[in-house]
């Protein structure tokens, strides 16, 4: 079960913007869209967006996320010493019935 | 307030057999779809399996599928995965996770550790 692609790293200095990427194809993000969970070491991950741009009450209104074809994107402005994390895109694959995550991104704030 | 408390894990020799169980609370357990992700030390998440709400529904990821069974008491609001023919490669922390159509919530996680 091939999993969704994401770059293992991304490095952006303080207070700039970060964009996390995360291709699928049409029976996973191109059709029920992607979530994005973040996790801190030692941490269990935690929901940031669901559905390309739903955000869980308490989650901070600098993350937005969209999609656009396959490719689901997580945007994060005003980047802050605790957006330094690894971040994670999954979405529900209905041709498989299965759910499929992303290798992850280790955000670094410079 | 969602909580999910994950149990059972521990050192097994490969080839042997463990049941997690992951108690629930704070909704209605009977009306979400539930999980198992994993994470091997240092790598990422890997989903395991998940049950519809009722029970019925269930599915699997390969690398489990003939080993592992995921089930749930709704009565007692409790999911559970019954584990068999563990290998090396299942040694990883395996949390326990809500699902409303993308998964909301997410235990600590207990660790499972396969080895001689």
């Known amino acids: 079960q091939a999993g969704l692609t994401q770059p293992p790293s991304v490095s952006k200095g303080l207070r700039q913007t970060a964009t996390l990427t995360c291709t699928g194809n049409?029976?996973?993000?191109?059709?029920?869209?992607a979530a994005w969970l973040q996790q801190h070491r030692g941490h269990p991950p935690k929901l940031l967006s669901y559905r390309n741009n739903n955000r869980p009450s308490g989650i901070s209104e600098r993350l937005s996320a969209s999609r656009s074809g396959n490719t689901a994107s997580l945007t994060i402005t005003g980047l802050q010493p605790e957006d330094e994390a690894d971040y994670y895109c999954?979405?529900?694959?209905?041709?498989?019935?299965?759910?499929?995550f992303g290798g992850g991104t280790k955000l670094t704030v410079l | 307030e969602v909580q999910l408390l994950e149990s059972g894990g521990g050192l097994v020799q490969p080839g042997g057999s463990l049941r997690l169980s992951c108690a629930a609370s704070?909704?209605?357990?009977?009306?979400?779809?539930m999980g198992w992700v994993r994470q091997a030390p240092g790598r990422g998440l890997e989903w395991v399996s998940s049950i519809s709400g009722s029970g019925r529904d269930t599915f699997y990821a390969d690398s489990v599928k003939g080993r592992f069974t995921i089930s749930r008491d709704n009565f007692k609001n409790t999911l559970y995965l019954q584990m068999n023919s563990l290998r090396a490669e299942d040694t990883a922390e395996y949390y326990c996770t809500k699902d409303s159509g993308s998964y909301d919530y997410w235990g600590q996680g207990t660790l499972v550790t396969v080895s001689t």
């Open positions: 999954s979405a529900w694959d209905s041709s498989l019935s299965v759910w499929v």
């Open positions: 049409s029976n996973n993000v191109g059709n029920q869209g």
């Open positions: 704070g909704f209605t357990f009977n009306n979400y779809a």
